[in-house]
């Protein structure tokens, strides 16, 4: 049953798709199991920069094909946009922890705050459970948080799985 300001409705089954710690938050009355497995992935802060400083790349023959530079301590961690999807301009993402910015504001095309799943040993050790969360039904759960990396790609290929669960009620 949801809860809408017109009222309760209900409903067969449905997909939560939002990080862990928001969608045990939507829980009125959370399983052990939910609390257990959706409460052990920890979140970071992160904004992501896009801009066009190129200051901030190591040399040409340093740089991976994707992730470009990283941060004497891991923090930082930038893309050449252009070498990813094949774009024209030169536009860089760097993304790094809100109190370490390290881009010139006059680089700056946008800055974009969010946050993303920490995968852990005790977040990645959890992921056999959340697809065992998703075997019962009639809740279904996805997001970035069910792939090793919490990725996009994890959100989407969990997506694609909760889906096939509801569809096969």
């Known amino acids: 049953t949801l809860t809408l300001d017109e009222g309760p409705e209900s409903f067969d ?29 920890p979140y970071i802060r992160s904004v992501s920069t896009v801009h066009d400083d190129a200051s901030v790349l190591p ?4 740089r991976s094909e994707y992730v470009v530079s990283l941060g004497t301590d ?6 050449d946009m252009a070498r990813i999807q094949g774009e024209e301009a030169d536009l860089l993402v760097t993304v790094a922890p809100p109190n370490r910015q390290p ?5 700056v095309k946008a ?3 969010y946050k993303h799943p920490a995968m852990t ?6 992921i056999p459970d959340l697809e065992g969360l998703n075997a019962a039904g009639p809740l279904y759960f996805c997001g970035s948080y069910f792939g090793p990396t919490g990725s996009n790609e994890g959100a989407v ?9 509801l569809m096969t009620r």
């Open 111 to 113: 800055r974009i705050a």
């Open 74 to 79: 891991g923090t930082v961690t930038t893309w």
């Open 103 to 107: 881009i010139a504001d006059r680089h």
């Open 13 to 41: 089954g449905a997909i939560l798709a939002t990080h862990a710690d928001e969608a045990l938050a939507l829980l009125a009355s959370p399983a052990w199991d939910q609390i257990r497995v959706l409460g052990c992935i």
């Open 157 to 165: 290929a969990s997506a694609e799985r909760a889906a096939r669960h």
């Open 121 to 126: 040993p005790e977040a990645v050790a959890a």
């Open 59 to 62: 040399p040409e023959t340093l």
